[in-house]
């Protein structure tokens, strides 16, 4: 059972590195005017509205889909060290557990963000 939670692990950990680096081509190809220092703020949030389904699909796969996939590693990491008695090393997955969920939320909110912002 251990060797197949660590598979899964290592999936999860190579899934969340592509969705980094997949996210990071994306915003610096279509979503470059987001990023740009000369534009306004009204400039910027046109370019979003005008181009709202690939930056939602940004934002869900560098949040939401980065915080599912951030689970099973981190319940694979913690399997290496669960023989020993250390606090930080028993705390450190409720640490991580919180986190994955706070970058679920924030990835949710932000899509909807962009909708509520959008119907204005």
Do not use: C, H
């Not at 319940?75 to 969920?101: D, H, L, Y």
């Amino acid at each position: 059972m251990k060797n197949r939670d660590q598979i899964i692990g290592g999936i999860a950990g190579i899934i969340a590195a592509s969705l980094y680096i997949f996210g990071f081509l994306l915003l610096f190809s279509l979503l470059q005017p987001e990023i740009d220092d000369s534009k306004t703020a009204l400039e910027k949030l046109t370019f979003i509205l005008a181009n709202k389904t690939i930056y939602q699909m940004w934002i869900i796969l560098i949040y939401v889909m980065f915080g599912i996939v951030l689970i099973p590693l981190t319940i694979a990491i913690n399997e290496n060290f669960n023989n020993q008695n250390e606090i930080w090393i028993k705390a450190t997955p409720v640490f991580s557990f919180i986190w994955s969920g706070l970058v679920i939320a924030s990835g949710m909110i932000a899509v909807i963000g962009i909708d509520s912002v959008a119907l204005i």
